[in-house]
C-alpha cells in the first residue's frame, strides 16, 4: 500500500525535464498492469484538459485529425470509451512500433501525456459507436 502511494505521490514531484531526459516513469512495463491498475494521478479540470488540447494539435493532430481517427486501422473516431486510461497511457508512452505510432515517453513529461490522453478520452469518447477492434 505504502509502495503504492510512494509510487503515485512521487510522480507529483518529478518535474517534466527529469521525466523528458528519461528518468523515472511511473508507466508499468507490462501493458496489462498499467491497464489493470494505472490511474491518472492528476486533478482533471479544464486547465488539465485546454493543455490536452494543445499537445494533441501541436503533436497527435497530424495523424489522428480533428474527430480522433485512428489513421490505420479504422477510418473514424479513436475509440476512446472502450479503453481504459491506464491503457491509453501505455500505449501513448510506448507507442505501436508495427503500426507507425510513435512512443511519446521521451517527448512528453508523464504529466503532458496524461492531459492529452485525458484530452482524448473526454473529446472523443462515444463518437464511435459500434466498432470494435
Ligand atoms: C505519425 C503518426 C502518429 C502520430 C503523430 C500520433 N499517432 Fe497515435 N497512432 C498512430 C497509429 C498508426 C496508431 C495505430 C492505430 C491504428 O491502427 O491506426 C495510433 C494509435 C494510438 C492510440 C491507440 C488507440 C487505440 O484505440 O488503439 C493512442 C492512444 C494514440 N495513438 C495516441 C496518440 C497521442 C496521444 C498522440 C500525440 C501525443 C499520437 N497518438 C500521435 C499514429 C500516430
New binding site residues.
Given amino acids: 500500500m505504502g509502495l503504492v502511494a510512494g509510487f503515485f505521490l512521487s510522480s507529483y514531484f518529478f518535474n517534466s525535464k527529469r521525466l523528458r531526459n528519461g528518468g523515472f516513469d511511473p508507466v508499468p512495463l507490462s501493458r496489462q498492469d498499467a491497464s489493470d491498475h494505472l490511474k491518472n494521478p492528476f486533478k482533471i479540470d479544464s486547465v488539465f484538459l485546454a493543455k490536452g488540447k494543445k ?2 494539435e501541436a ?2 493532430l ?3 485529425g480533428p474527430e480522433g481517427r ?5 477510418p473514424f473516431s ?3 470509451g ?2 481504459t486510461p491506464g491503457d ?1 497511457m501505455w ?2 508512452t510506448n507507442g ?1 512500433a508495427s ?4 512512443s ?1 515517453r521521451d517527448k ?1 513529461s508523464y504529466e503532458e ?1 496524461w492531459q ?2 485525458s484530452y ?1 478520452q473526454t473529446t472523443f469518447a462515444g463518437t464511435e459507436p459500434m466498432m470494435m ?1
Avoid at 485512428?70 to 479504422?74: A, K
Avoid at 503500426?99 to 510513435?102: C, D, E, I, L, Q
Fill in positions: 499537445i494533441y503533436n497527435c497530424k495523424c489522428h485512428l489513421p490505420r486501422s479504422h479513436i475509440h476512446a472502450h479503453h491509453f500505449l501513448a505501436i503500426k507507425g505510432m510513435p511519446w512528453l501525456r492529452v490522453i482524448i477492434r
